[in-house]
């Protein structure tokens, strides 16, 4: 027996997804150029600690930030804004993604350096919330997630541009059960969305002597929604005559960054939102973990800075909150600091944090009490960096 009643509701259901997905587009097409941070009266740099280990850990990255913009804070160029109440407690009471106070605070800055959020899975306490972190890429449209990973003993140094609203990710929590048996999620490509990552991806190659960019899909079966995305990267690649452009599917992609014959060769990586989700956890593996890592999620008007690690609630409660590791949203704060044009400060960041995570190491942190502080961490970090000048 087929249920008309529950397939007409799902009709109506698609079409306002419809709706607003092209709503989106509407907006994505009235949308200028990217900030240009050199004509502000003054950057204001949002810290919005998150959860779980997130307050210590962004607390660390923010002292050394301070420290390292301490001339621009005299003079006022640039301000910090801590931004509290993006916390799980905060959320599920508010049954909001993002709280509307909050984003509303976030959107008063120009720059946002973010520590981990849980998001809520099926089974835990809280209401089934979207994830802050998709939620604020999706609010303040960033649509670049550029995660670089870099192993130079072995070779290996990529960019990957992870677009970072579309994909599965668009409408991933407004999928569709039609009947008991029958679940439906979607998956959303546009060519405003797609031209902007692939651009996006282009530009930083060129930017960056890189000589090659590689798209990564499965569009030999998902061939609408991939298909598209693919179609644009060919297109696109043509204003860039200098650059090598191939594409890879996802699943020999995956093969591809274990063989270290050939992994070598990749330098940027783009890619629709959920490949670049799982691509770039394993190849920060590779560096030492997703806890190495730090990412950046730009858009036009805002950006923000993050750690890839989540909020592990468990130190918190166990009272190891102060040994968390700082070194990957302190590797977001370099990301931060290159992306608003302080480049020199960022290199020095960069500089110290290989001297103290991999050449000296004089501290070492365990996570518990055998280890360091995050902030006798910090006072290293600052220590170094007040030495290379
Ligand atoms: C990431 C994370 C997020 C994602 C989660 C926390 C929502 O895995 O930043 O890669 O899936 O994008
Ligand atoms: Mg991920």
């Given at each position: 027996m087929i249920a008309t009643d529950k397939i007409e509701a799902?009709?109506?259901?698609?079409?306002?997804?419809?709706?607003?997905?092209?709503?989106?587009?509407?907006?994505?097409?009235?949308?200028?150029?990217?900030?240009?941070?050199?004509?502000?009266?003054?950057?204001?740099?949002?810290?919005?600690?998150?959860?779980?280990?997130?307050?210590?850990?962004?607390?660390q990255a923010q002292r050394v930030l301070e420290y390292l913009l301490k001339d621009e804070v005299k003079s006022g160029k640039v301000a910090f804004r801590v931004i509290d109440g993006l916390?799980?407690?905060?959320?599920?009471?508010?049954?909001?993604?993002?709280?509307?106070?909050?984003?509303?605070?976030?959107?008063?800055?120009?720059?946002?350096?973010?520590?981990?959020?849980?998001t809520p899975r099926k089974g835990d306490p809280w209401p089934n919330v979207e994830s802050a972190n998709v939620a604020m890429r999706k609010?303040?449209?960033?649509?670049?997630?550029?995660?670089?990973?870099?192993?130079p003993d072995q070779g290996i140094d990529w960019t990957f541009y992870r677009e970072n609203t579309e994909g599965a990710y668009a409408v991933g929590s407004k999928g569709v059960n039609v009947t008991e048996d029958l679940g439906v999620d979607f998956t959303v490509v546009t060519t405003q969305g797609t031209e902007r990552i692939i651009r996006a991806a282009?530009?930083?190659?060129?930017?960056?002597?890189?000589?090659?960019?590689?798209?990564?899909?499965?569009?030999?079966?998902?061939?609408?929604?991939?298909?598209?995305?693919?179609?644009?990267?060919?297109?696109?690649a043509k204003d860039y005559p200098d650059i090598t452009a191939d594409d890879w599917y996802i699943d020999i992609m995956t093969a591809k960054l274990v063989d270290e014959k050939r992994r070598k060769d990749f330098q940027v990586m783009v890619l629709p939102n959920l490949y670049g989700d799982i691509l770039t956890d394993e190849a920060a593996e590779f560096q030492g973990?997703?806890?190495t890592a730090g990412s950046a999620n730009i858009?036009?008007?805002?950006?923000?800075?993050?750690?890839?690690?989540g909020s592990a609630p468990r130190m918190v409660q166990e009272g190891r909150d102060k040994y968390a590791d700082p070194s990957s949203i302190i590797?977001?704060?370099?990301?931060?600091?290159?992306?608003?044009?302080?480049?020199?400060?960022?290199?020095?960041?960069?500089?110290?944090?290989?001297?103290?995570?991999?050449?000296?190491?004089?501290l070492v942190l365990?996570?518990?009490?055998?280890?360091?502080?995050?902030?006798?961490?910090?006072?290293?970090?600052?220590?170094?960096?007040?030495n290379l000048k």
């Open positions: 799902a009709k109506e259901r698609f079409g306002q997804l419809l709706e607003e997905q092209l709503r989106r587009v509407e907006e994505m097409k009235a949308q200028g150029d990217f900030i240009d941070y050199n004509s502000l009266d003054q950057i204001i740099i949002g810290v919005c600690g998150g959860d779980g280990i997130g307050p210590a850990i962004t607390a916390t799980i407690e905060r959320r599920a009471e508010e049954n909001a993604a993002i709280p509307p106070a909050v984003l509303e605070e976030l959107k008063q800055c120009h720059v946002i350096l973010k520590g981990p959020t849980t609010e303040l449209d960033l649509f670049a997630n550029v995660r670089p990973v870099r192993v282009f530009e930083f190659a060129k930017a960056n002597g890189k000589t090659r960019v590689t798209a990564v899909t499965k569009a030999n079966i998902i061939k609408t929604t991939d298909g598209k995305f693919l179609d644009i990267f060919r297109e696109i973990g997703v806890g858009g036009k008007r805002y950006a923000m800075f993050e750690a890839i690690h590797r977001a704060g370099a990301m931060l600091l290159n992306h608003i044009g302080y480049s020199d400060k960022a290199d020095k960041l960069y500089r110290a944090l290989d001297i103290c995570t991999v050449t000296e190491k004089k365990t996570g518990r009490d055998t280890g360091a502080t995050g902030e006798e961490f910090a006072d290293y970090l600052m220590e170094t960096i007040e």
